[in-house]
């Protein structure tokens, strides 16, 4: 599934993670913006055509929940170092995969710690490098306005067909929401309207779509310039479930490459964590 987007200026064509068995690579395409250029990639196998192809470039694997911003922080690091970027978006849990079979990553933006964790026990990623970039917030969101109320009262009511919500085997988001639904004791009875989406970013294309009625997702993915999109949403009240602790990690192919490590800092500089913090993070 193809659809058009930008980042400051950068036009891309993002394609849908397509990561399980036998998928095969998806397209990407890349733009300018200023002296650098951001190529943006989504896709299961990506990493096969990535590690060929651009092999002089930064290559970051980004958590689906972290798209947006990050494609800003894309184009203002490339502005100020001149450096390449080659994004991948999706799923933790495959990305987690992808590198223990030797995807060719230099750096790991996560959607949790556990991850960041494993990889530096295997010996695939820098101890002194992990760092949380972002601290997540957990939202229930319609694309129809007055669908979801300002208490989450939508959840009893039954008077809707589906709830998606990230795989909780493999996402993060995926198991606060399922964390929310126990808090409020509605897990066995909305277990038969429960649609998972392989990552974040396919949940909330199952909402956006109208396939699904409501859906767990990121805040950061209902939020444009501050405000968010049309529909209703309602802010899970953050001890609900655990925090979603977000952690980034130079990788062991990216150990001797100075520009993982001026992306490191750049994401630690008190400019990107307030941009970060537009888009609904706790930094």
Known sequence: MWVNGACNGIAVRVARALTGPGSGAVEGC???SGTGRSRVWLGGLLWLVAGMAYGDSLKVAVAANFTAPMQKIAAIFEQQTGQHLTLVFGGTGKFYAQIRNGAPFDVLLAADQATAEKLVQQGLAQ???RFVYATGRLVLWSAMPR???A???VLRSGDWQHLALANPQLAPYGAAAMQVLDHMGLTAALQ???VRGEDIGQ???FVASGNADLGFVAYSQVLRDGKPLPGSLWL????WYAPIRQEAVVLAAGKNNPAAGQLMRLLRSDAIRALIRSYGYGT
């Open 236 to 239: 899970v009240p953050a001890n």
């Open 147 to 149: 669908r979801v109320d």
């Open 30 to 32: 890349a733009g300018r």
């Open 151 to 153: 208490a989450g009262n």
């Open 127 to 129: 101890p002194d490098s």
């Open 203 to 205: 949940t909330w294309q």
């Open 192 to 194: 038969p309207k429960l």
